[in-house]
């Protein structure tokens, strides 16, 4: 797999704003990240490991601005390891220093499980769905074709 932070055109309850990120070198690990002022929201797909977390970090955590909000959707990834544990917390703490938002999306029963027993759960905003997590922050999402 590769990493791919795409532009892609969305609509909001605030004005749409068309993000473009240039792409990175190929890894295990797929991203898209679109901008709705002022959520971001990040779509992974793959395992995020000892391999993938550094580079996924370097891509995730330049997206973070002053107020932003972050849905990370993660709907799409089966496995995180001890090295995404940490990529998470990395965020988390980057967008609490922003004075930001960071709310989780999809995140996979094991993965919650982990998350759990480690008390990281107790740091993020879990919603099941990208739809109840834009709702969460009253935000609709529609997609258009670049």
């Known amino acids: 797999m590769d990493i791919n932070i795409k532009t892609l055109q969305v609509t909001?309850?605030?004005?749409?704003?068309?993000?473009?990120v240039n792409t990175t070198p190929p890894i295990q690990?797929?991203?898209?990240?679109?901008?709705?002022?002022?959520?971001t929201v990040i779509e992974m797909t793959?395992?995020?490991?000892?391999?993938?977390a550094p580079l996924v970090q370097k891509q995730v955590l330049p997206l973070v601005q002053p107020g932003s909000q972050i849905l990370l959707d993660m709907t799409k990834v089966p496995y995180m390891s001890s090295a995404g544990l940490r990529l998470l917390l990395s965020l988390y703490r980057l967008v609490l220093?922003?004075?930001g938002q960071l709310l989780l999306v999809g995140?996979?029963?094991?993965?919650?499980d982990t998350?759990?027993?480690?008390?990281?759960l107790d740091f993020f905003q879990i919603s099941d769905t990208l739809d109840s997590g834009l709702k969460a922050l009253?935000?609709?999402l529609q997609v258009f074709p670049t």
């Open 46 to 52: 793959g395992d995020v490991d000892s391999s993938t």
């Open 97 to 99: 220093s922003q004075k």
């Open 138 to 140: 009253n935000f609709k």
């Open 107 to 112: 995140v996979a029963e094991e993965i919650k």
């Open 29 to 39: 690990e797929e991203i898209s990240a679109l901008q709705i002022q002022p959520v």
């Open 115 to 120: 998350m759990s027993i480690t008390g990281f």
């Open 12 to 20: 909001g309850m605030e004005a749409a704003v068309k993000v473009d």
